[in-house]
């Protein structure tokens, strides 16, 4: 009776173990940062629209590609690393009108989660601090590829993510009169990401 008791029970958890799901770790990517993009669109005088970008930028995320769940991700922006193709603009653009690179040196994304609406597309979700002012916003994101680069082969995900801000959230507030200058900024974010080996 004891032994058969036993050999039910092994088999009740060989059992249990067999319909609960194995889950895989999520994997550790690194933004690429030779193939990262961070730009952005802001009307000027409602003439037509500045378009810059911020050539320096690093970060990294966790994702598990199985369940499509983002674990955590973090993208540093220095912000004295705007450029929109005009030496006195660009200067303009890092002092304490704008971004006061000085007292703020970096813009930080850290994204709080990804909710899959297709099977590609997405909508991730976190807070961007901007002049030490933290607001949560979404981006649409869409995972283009995933698979061996042709250059050097790595493991590499790329993705496409757009978005806008009101800069007057984050107590930006020059040219608001008159519409000089835009309150609403289009992101426009392109990637490449690596995976890394832990």
Request: proline letters at 3%; charged letters at 25%.
């Amino acid at each position: 009776m004891l032994r058969q008791l036993m050999r039910s029970t092994a088999l009740l958890v060989v059992l249990g173990l067999m319909s609960t799901p194995i889950q895989a770790e999520p994997e550790r990517f690194r933004l690429d940062e030779s193939h990262i993009s961070v730009g952005f669109l802001i009307g000027h005088a409602r003439f037509a629209d500045v378009l810059g970008q911020f050539t320096d930028v690093s970060g990294g995320f966790r994702y598990d590609a199985e369940t499509r769940t983002l674990h955590s991700g973090r993208v540093e922006v220095a912000a004295a690393s705007v450029f929109t193709g005009h030496d006195e603009r660009d200067g303009h653009v890092r002092d304490d009108d704008f971004l006061a690179a000085d007292a703020h040196p970096a813009i930080v994304f850290e994204a709080s989660g990804y909710e899959p609406t297709g099977e590609r597309e997405g909508i991730l979700r976190g807070e961007l601090t901007l002049l030490g002012v933290t607001r949560p916003i979404e981006l649409d994101l869409t995972l283009n590829r995933r698979g061996a680069h042709p250059i050097g082969g790595a493991d590499t995900l790329g993705g496409s993510a757009r978005g806008a801000i009101r800069r007057s959230e984050f107590g930006m507030d020059y040219g608001l009169e008159g519409d000089l200058v835009g309150d609403r900024v289009e992101l426009i974010i392109e990637f490449e990401a690596i995976r890394q080996d832990d």
